[in-house]
């Protein structure tokens, strides 16, 4: 869990790989530890070009942490659930799926701290 404690960010010029695909970006991702294996996951990004912020829950397995959270996207609803795994001391790969608005939504980008 500590490898992947606290704020990770999409690229400033947006070439992660979901922004390429134009599903998220601006992604924003914090992981606070709430024990050994547990964490309160906050996830905001721009997605179809709604703004989504929301929190949900992680759990740790090895260096994964699988999580899933729920919020507001403008005047809908979002669910969305993925795995974050470090690729180095920097940066994390956070993969997801799930709906934003009923629209389904999946991807996966490298953030940077």
Same mark, same amino acid.
């Given at each position: 869990?500590? !490898?992947?404690?606290g704020?990770w ?8 790989a !979901?922004?390429?695909s134009?599903?998220?970006? %601006? ?12 964490a ?5 990004a721009?997605c179809?070009g ?9 759990? !740790?397995s090895g %260096?994964?942490v699988?999580?899933n ?5 403008g ?9 974050a795994?470090p690729?180095? %001391?920097?940066? !994390?790969?956070i ?8 629209m ?5 980008e490298?953030?940077?701290?």
């Amino acid at each position: 869990m500590t !490898a992947l404690s606290g704020t990770w960010a999409s690229s400033p010029s947006g070439t992660g790989a !979901a922004a390429v695909s134009g599903v998220c970006s %601006n992604t924003q991702y914090t992981v606070t530890p709430v024990g050994t294996d547990r964490a309160t996951v906050t996830y905001g990004a721009t997605c179809m070009g709604i703004a989504i912020r929301g929190t949900g829950d992680g759990v !740790a397995s090895g %260096n994964t942490v699988t999580w899933n959270t729920a919020g507001s996207a403008g005047p809908c609803g979002f669910t969305l659930n993925g795995t974050a795994t470090p690729v180095n %001391n920097s940066s !994390a790969r956070i993969t997801y799926s799930g709906t934003v608005c009923g629209m389904p939504v999946s991807g996966s980008e490298v953030l940077t701290r």
